[in-house]
Structures are given as C-alpha cells and as structure tokens.
C-alpha cells in the first residue's frame, strides 16, 4: 500500500484504457460489473476474483502501451531485468549481490547499474531492502514473530530486520506494527 509498494509507486497516476484495446481486459470488466449487479450467492467473493483478474490482466496490458516508464512493472518488462528482478521476488532472503543480478541479467555489473536505476527508478540493492521491507510489513500484519520475518526477508536476526526498519521508516517493526490500524487488532486478538 502507499508509495512504498512497488507495484502502486509503478502505476499512472491516471490512467485512461478504451477497452476495446483489450478483450481480455474488457472482458474481465465486463465480468465484474455483471457480477456488481447481480443477486447470486457469494456475489462478494466472486466479484473480488474478477477484481484481481482485471488488475492483472491491467498490470499485464500497462508496459506494453508504454504508459509505465520506470518502475517495477518497466523492468519485469524488460528483456533482461526480468530475471534479475523475478529472481528477487522468487527469494527475498538470499543475500544479493550486484555480481549475481547482472549475472542473471546477462550484464556487466555497471551496465547492470545504470540500466536498473534508469529502468526501475532507484538502485538494485535500495530496490532490494525496500521489497524485504514491504515483504515484512505483509508478514507482521499476519501476526508472524519479527524474528521469523527477519529470516524469511533475508536477515539473519531481529536486530538486524529492526535496523533497517528504523533507518527506513524510523520506527522498529513492534512499533511499525502498532500504528497501523487493522493489524493492531488482529495482532492482540
């Protein structure tokens, strides 16, 4: 959520889309607003389903109308950045080097650099701690202990996950996770 999360930082602010340009985008529009209307049982469920398809089917249209320039979305829709930043998504918690992502995307390491910051907006290894760190605010909100997050987004103590979180956002994750509103009754139930 919020400008942190690389999917939402990615997106137009505004974003206009015939739907025409698309079947299958329309035809998943066309889906959830039939649904909207109808009365059938489980109507909720089934409409936030079609709600996903059509975001992906959104998310998968976007790069190749070119309205994302930089971003997250721009480099899974780069030729080459794609493996690196699948690989980071696949597992947050290895301990990435910049010789290894420009290995997987077949790259010198400061041709790997410069294209990631140009394509993505920021630094590999900045693009790195802020997927950990989005990673670990999903998981704390499920109620997972800080240490076992730490783990799962790739640090090897508490410690060192509150360290980023205080550098990163100026609170530990106890704290982080107090102040947000749904999680904080879901975690003391």
Same mark, same amino acid.
């Given at each position: ?119 993505? =907006?920021? @630094?590999? *290894?900045?693009?790195?701690? #802020?997927?950990?760190? $989005?990673? %670990?605010?999903? +998981?704390? /909100?499920? =109620?997972? @202990?800080? *240490?076992?997050?730490?783990? #799962?987004?790739?640090? $090897?103590? %508490?410690?060192? +996950?509150? /360290? ?26």
């Amino acid at each position: 959520t919020g400008a942190a999360n690389p999917v939402s930082a990615a997106l137009p602010h505004l974003l206009v889309l015939p739907l025409k340009q698309n079947p299958r985008v329309q035809h998943a529009a066309e889906g959830l607003f039939d649904l909207a209307f109808a009365d059938r049982d489980a109507k909720h469920i089934m409409m936030d389903r079609m709600a996903e398809i059509l975001v992906v089917e959104l998310l998968r249209h976007l790069p190749d109308r070119g309205d994302v320039a930089t971003g997250m979305l721009a480099g899974l829709s780069h030729p080459q950045l794609s493996q690196a930043l699948n690989a980071i998504h696949h597992a947050p918690e290895h301990p990435w080097t910049l010789q290894e992502l420009a290995s997987l995307a077949t790259m010198s390491r400061s041709k790997f650099a410069d294209v990631f910051r140009q394509v993505v =907006g920021n @630094p590999a *290894g900045d693009y790195v701690i #802020e997927y950990r760190l $989005e990673l %670990a605010k999903c +998981l704390l /909100r499920q =109620g997972k @202990p800080v *240490g076992w997050v730490a783990h #799962e987004v790739g640090y $090897e103590t %508490a410690s060192a +996950l509150a /360290r980023v979180f205080r550098k990163k956002l100026g609170v530990s994750p106890m704290a982080w996770l107090n102040e947000q509103p749904h999680a904080r009754a879901e975690h003391h139930e």
